[in-house]
């Protein structure tokens, strides 16, 4: 049995980290299934459908190592907005910079739609995956049916509303 003070500061640390992951984990569920479907629209180019059928045929450990591939095809395009923000172009900076993130989670969401069944050969993965992916749903639930959450909700919905009636006029 683990003493006060361990659960405390396991309790402490696990409020941390959500507070902290909620932002990541909402644009990536926001983002997720949209982006990827658009990336997968490529596939009705030669090149990238093969390149889509290479990765389907990864091994697992292959599979693994197609995420570090938009890691390191993005590497330079975060150097770029680190140079912009070093010159004093905040705006421009924070633009390449979403850019890339939207272009990252696009390409990965697509690559693990296409490995995915791959990595869950992997004990690790297929023994951890459902774990995260049970927090995470579990952790959006509760931000979905928070107060804030709803208000968001429905001033979206009223502002989205009030658009598509000045379309209308």
Do not use: C
Not at 11 to 35: D, H, K, N
Not at 113 to 118: A, T
């Amino acid at each position: 049995m683990h003493n006060p003070l361990v659960r405390a500061l396991r309790a402490l640390f696990r409020a941390v980290a959500t507070t902290i992951l909620v932002p990541v984990l909402l644009f990536e569920e926001w983002g997720w299934a949209p982006l990827a479907a658009l990336v997968a629209r490529l596939a009705r180019l030669p090149f990238w459908a093969r390149l889509e059928n290479l990765l389907r045929a990864l091994p697992p450990w292959g599979a693994l190592l197609a995420f570090f591939v938009p890691m390191l095809l993005l590497f330079p395009v975060k150097l770029l907005a680190l140079f912009l923000f070093g010159r004093g172009h905040a705006f421009s900076g924070m633009a390449v910079l979403l850019l890339a993130k939207l272009a990252g989670t696009a390409v990965v969401a697509r690559i693990f739609q296409l490995v995915e069944g791959s990595l869950m050969r992997l004990a690790w993965f297929a023994r951890w995956y459902p774990r995260w992916k049970g927090w995470k749903d579990q952790v959006l639930t509760r931000v979905r049916e928070s107060r804030p959450w709803r208000i968001v909700r429905a001033v979206h919905r009223r502002v989205l509303r009030g658009w598509h009636r000045l379309r209308a006029e």
